[in-house]
């Protein structure tokens, strides 16, 4: 199993910057997938962004591109999102995920989720 917690919301003004962190214990596979989500008041959970535990392919939503980059650090145990470049409509509730691949299964897992408030 694998326990998510993420830190680092907090409220800005238009144009801002914010850094998510997300640490992370338990047992870490090669082919796992970190990620953050995020959900705004009244709409579905959606994609921010994903990068493999061990580096690969980043993939981000096209909201967040050129201004969100992930990163992971394996000594740390962290993944983190840098924000910058906020707006209004960033403002969400921003939850860390991982997905572990390991011996034919996938699981998911979430952390409580930390609140980010863009303010025009």
């Known amino acids: 199993q694998v326990q998510l917690v993420e830190s680092g919301g907090g409220m800005v003004q238009t144009g801002g910057s914010l850094r998510l962190s997300c640490a992370i214990s338990?047992?870490?596979?090669?082919?796992?997938?970190m990620g953050w989500f995020r959900q705004a008041p009244g709409k579905e959970r959606e994609f921010v962004a994903t990068?493999?535990?061990?580096?690969?392919?980043?993939t981000y939503a096209d909201s967040v591109k050129g201004r969100f980059t992930i990163s992971t650090n394996t000594h740390k145990r962290t993944v983190d999102l840098q924000m910058t470049g906020l707006k209004p409509e960033d403002t969400a509730v921003y939850y860390c995920?991982?997905?572990?691949?390991?011996?034919?299964?996938?699981?998911?897992?979430w952390g409580q989720g930390t609140q980010v408030t863009v303010s025009s």
């Open positions: 990068i493999p535990w061990t580096g690969g392919t980043i």
């Open positions: 338990g047992r870490t596979f090669v082919r796992d997938v």
């Open positions: 995920h991982a997905r572990q691949l390991y011996l034919g299964t996938s699981n998911d897992y």
